[in-house]
């Protein structure tokens, strides 16, 4: 933040009067200018990626590293900014390429302090976004309140990172599929039953070695092993 004050202080009257205002009470916003004018100038100033610090970089890497395994497309935008001051690490927007200029659906990011700042005296990480209702109706096809045909339960995180690709397959082929974000197998089933899953998917270090997942039927409570391939091409039953 101090880098780039002091690289506004000397352009700071050439630019609109909003971003002079900006240059002193909030530096980032200055640049989600959207003056024309003010472009070239704004273009030239520090950029944040050559300013995140030990612990974000590495943050920052692994959410691109998610990304990209799940073949979602992604563009760094280093003046994307929100206009909360309580938003820390990654910020981002998801756009839909059918809505024209206006094409962004939602936005938001990372909160991890907000609890605290609102009293809690636990530390509470976070994430959050708000959406515009009328772009997701324009976006979204059809809706169904079908329940989910898997529940994924990564334990670990070299399990999270594969369940997100298997998540991205099943979903290829036409399964309804949700992803714990990590947490405890007690928790996870407790979990797939609130959501009525058909079945619940148990990942861990040995079944991602042993390349065979363990895959419960939650209607009959059986648990059997199945391999990849398996799991795509008819171990899911209705």
């Known amino acids: 933040m101090e880098k780039l004050r002091e690289a506004l202080r000397p352009v700071a009257s050439s630019l609109c009067d909003d971003c002079q205002r900006r ?6 916003r200055v640049l989600d200018c959207k003056v024309p004018e003010d472009q070239p100038i ?6 944040i990626l050559d300013s995140l610090c030990e612990n974000c970089a590495p943050h920052f890497a ?5 990304l990209t395994d799940r073949g979602i497309a992604f563009e760094i935008r280093p003046r994307l900014v929100r206009g909360l001051d309580y938003y820390m ?4 927007e998801v756009t839909h390429g059918n809505l024209g200029a206006q094409n962004s659906v939602l936005g938001g990011g990372r909160y991890d302090g907000l609890a605290e700042l609102l009293g809690s005296p636990v ?5 959050g976004f708000s959406i515009g209702e009328d772009r997701l109706v324009m976006t979204v096809d059809q809706t169904s309140d079908a329940k989910p045909d898997v529940f994924v339960a990564p334990l670990g995180e070299a399990a999270l990172a594969h369940a997100g690709i298997l998540a991205r397959d099943l979903r290829r082929e036409g399964k309804s599929v949700e992803v ?6 007690k928790r996870a089933m407790e979990l797939a039953n609130k959501l009525g ?4 998917l148990i990942l861990g270090d040995d079944e991602i ?6 895959l419960k039927d939650m209607q009959s409570g059986e648990q059997h092993r199945v391999t990849r391939d398996e799991l795509l091409n008819g171990a899911l039953r209705p």
Do not use: C, H
């Open 23 to 28: 240059a002193e009470t909030n530096p980032l």
């Open 42 to 47: 704004i273009d030239q100033l520090p950029s």
């Open 62 to 66: 692994a959410v691109q590293r998610y």
């Open 89 to 92: 690490r990654t910020t981002f």
């Open 123 to 127: 530390r509470a990480p976070g994430i």
């Open 180 to 185: 714990m974000a990590g947490g405890k197998l």
């Open 197 to 200: 899953a058909r079945y619940a």
């Open 209 to 214: 070695a042993a390349g065979q997942y363990s």
